[in-house]
């Protein structure tokens, strides 16, 4: 056996190792990305098949007092009262969603009362014009005027 | 037809869908009564608890925000009611209140040693600390994923391994003496 082989199973070993001796003896409970690597190395590794048994024994007797702690008639008992009671009673509404509602309501209202504060303003208001434009336009108005009136004249 | 993912089921349950609120209570009663049920040793307790947290899911239902997960959610809320219990609870003799299952196995000192093995392992989870029994039912006796769990816990994925790993440890030494040459 070569140096790199040997010094590759000793890798493999070290992370099975560190695996069963976290998630147990059922690889089907380790993380998904292991489990594949993991069912093919021990297949034909004593080593890891002696881990394995190892911590299935401890699992069992894990599983063994948790399903006598846990009745399963007890629960569905449970679930049953739990479900009973609870659904009689009223949910909360979502106040974020309200506040939210509540929020863009007033703006569109702001914004309302704006729009037509401009309208009004703008119907009742007179445009701007200074005094001295008008003098201006009245003077140029003339001038015009006097021009039509000459021109006027001239086909004559 | 796939199974509804438990945020499908919120979503129904927040439009007050009675059946979806069956289907996920049914889904994590185990864990949030297992979890109480270890830190406050008493199943009437464990089972008012667990009442209580599903009560809150059922009423704040409307209010919740997608970004959680709900398994994560169940389990604080689990944890804190379980403390705010204990905090009021009176002091109390340690009274055993589980039912013993009769044993229906053959050999005679057969099943005597597995009852010791089980009364031993029984006192070894009771000296672990919560972290590490809360790490041991979620990761093997719920559906949670290792990743879910840790997040639960408030934990990477290396700290969590490092926690069973430790708690495996402490249950093994109690068992057996063989940890220290197979590792």
Redesign the interface.
């Known amino acids: 056996m070569t140096k790199d082989k040997i010094n590759t199973i000793s890798l493999d070993m070290h992370r099975f190792k560190a695996l069963i001796s976290a998630y147990g003896s059922d690889i089907a409970k380790w993380p998904e990305d292991s489990r594949s690597w993991a069912q093919n190395f021990s297949r034909d590794n004593t080593e890891a098949q002696n881990l394995l048994s190892y911590e299935k024994e401890l699992d069992e007797i894990l599983t063994d007092v948790e399903s006598k702690t846990l009745n399963p008639e007890a629960l569905t008992f449970l679930q049953y009262k739990i479900v009973s009671s609870s659904t009689r009673l009223p949910q909360q509404k979502n106040t974020n969603n309200q506040r939210a509602l509540m929020g863009s309501s007033i703006q569109s209202l702001t914004a309302c009362f704006l729009l037509c504060g401009c309208l009004a303003a703008g119907m009742l208001s007179l445009p701007y014009l200074p005094l001295d434009t008008i003098v201006v336009a009245t003077e140029s108005e003339q001038s015009i005027a006097f021009l039509e009136i000459n021109l006027l004249s001239s086909w004559d | 037809m796939s199974k509804p993912s438990d945020e499908d089921l919120m979503s129904a349950i927040?439009k007050?869908d009675?059946k979806a609120?069956?289907l996920l209570?049914?889904r994590h009663?185990?864990m949030v009564?297992?979890i109480a049920?270890q830190r406050l040793k008493h199943?009437s307790d464990a089972?008012e608890v667990?009442?209580d947290v599903?009560?809150r899911?059922?009423?704040?239902?409307?209010?919740w925000q997608a970004e959680a997960k709900i398994s994560t959610w169940l389990y604080r809320v689990c944890v804190n009611r379980s403390i705010d219990m204990l905090r009021r609870r009176k002091p109390m003799t340690d009274i055993n209140d589980?039912?013993?299952?009769p044993d229906t196995a053959d050999n005679a000192l057969q099943t005597l040693e597995i009852k010791d093995?089980?009364t031993q392992?029984?006192k070894a989870?009771g000296n672990l600390t919560n972290e590490q029994r809360d790490a041991?039912q979620l990761?093997?006796?719920s559906e949670m994923?290792?990743q879910e769990a840790a997040d639960s816990l408030g934990l990477n994925?290396a700290a969590?391994?490092?926690l069973?790993?430790r708690a495996?440890?402490k249950?093994?030494t109690v068992?057996d003496g063989?940890y220290e040459q197979?590792?």
Do not use: C, D, M
């Open positions: 927040a007050g009675q609120f069956n209570t049914s009663l185990k009564y297992a049920l199943p089972e667990t009442q599903f009560t899911l059922w009423q704040n239902a409307p209010k589980v039912p013993e299952i093995r089980k392992l029984e989870l041991i990761v093997y006796f994923k290792q994925l969590l391994e490092s069973l790993r495996r440890k249950l093994h068992l063989n197979l590792y």
